[in-house]
């Protein structure tokens, strides 16, 4: 009876397997003590009830589908065990074979699953800084100033380009989680070159906002024939950002994008665009934003 039992559940064995792979990746993310680093209230976006409802939609969709192949399993494997019963016959190599292959297969979708959890928490927290920062950018500007998100360029994307009277900027976010409390401030040095995070040092985000805004120059000046002012900004939601050098105007600046304000006016008290100048600007950059349909 035991054995019969074990024969007409061997099946669902690598189901369990991947279960207990995926359960145990989730345990040890929930366990990591680290803290978001928004302090943003942030608010909903447009569409967010509709997209809401088309992701609830989705998920049904794909549960009732999981729940129908599980099924199909089940019954296939109780029909042919039970085909087998008048005629059992012993556990053989193709047995083994079988059974060792769909446990790889199942160790093998597990770790790939497990592998796509950090990065799918990873997006998710991105998602947030990206939402957090375009909150606080929107709250400074006013008048005639311009702020664009998600500008697609060829093979990246600009998170978010502001244009004031004081230039054009070419805004990167990144999140970056902060230490578990007690264990020291959220605060990053920055020299102009590279981010001194508690712990670790990074460079590649600085090198990213540098590059992005020398495309949208050229891309503006192709666009529109002017040659507009494009500064490159590293925004960091949830961090002090000290600087450890003199930071000039064109190198890379760091905010937390709650001191925002400064993106309006040039420390130089001097206009450097026109109204009719960010309207231009606006116009050749919108067409790289624009959503397009599914």
């Not at 712990?199 to 540098?210: I, L, M, N, R, Y």
Request: proline content about 5%.
């Amino acid at each position: 009876m035991t054995l019969q039992l074990l024969i007409e559940t061997i099946g669902l064995l690598p189901l369990f397997v991947l279960v207990a792979v995926v359960l145990w990746r989730r345990r040890q993310l929930d366990r990591d003590d680290r803290r978001d680093p928004i302090t943003t209230d942030l608010r909903n976006l447009p569409g967010h009830s509709l997209q809401e409802q088309f992701d609830k939609l989705y998920d049904a969709r794909m549960d009732r589908l999981v729940l129908v192949l599980t099924a199909g399993l089940i019954v296939a494997l109780t029909i042919a065990t039970r085909r087998i019963a008048a005629e059992f016959r012993p556990w053989d190599w193709l047995d083994t074979t079988i059974f060792i292959a769909s446990i790889c297969l199942a160790l093998y979708s597990g770790r790939q699953i497990a592998r796509e959890m950090p990065r799918q928490r990873q997006i998710k927290q991105a998602i947030r800084a990206e939402q957090a920062t375009a909150q606080e950018l929107a709250a400074s500007l006013a008048g005639d100033n311009r702020i664009i998100h998600d500008v697609q360029a060829k093979g990246f994307n600009i998170d978010h380009v502001v244009i004031t009277p004081a230039g054009v900027f070419a805004v990167e976010t990144k999140s970056r989680l902060k230490p578990p409390e007690g264990n020291g401030s959220p605060k990053v040095k920055y020299d102009g070159k590279s981010l001194f995070f508690p712990g670790w040092t990074e460079t590649k985000p600085v090198e990213q906002a540098d590059r992005q805004a020398r495309w949208l120059a050229n891309y503006l000046r192709e666009a529109t024939g002017e040659a507009f002012p494009v500064i490159a900004v590293l925004a960091l939601p949830g961090w002090y950002v000290e600087r450890a050098a003199p930071i000039t105007a064109n190198m890379v600046q760091v905010i937390n994008p709650k001191n925002s304000r400064w993106l309006l006016l040039p420390e130089r008290k001097a206009q450097c665009l026109e109204a009719a100048a960010i309207q231009r600007a606006a116009f050749a950059l919108e067409k790289l934003a624009q959503s397009k349909a599914d």
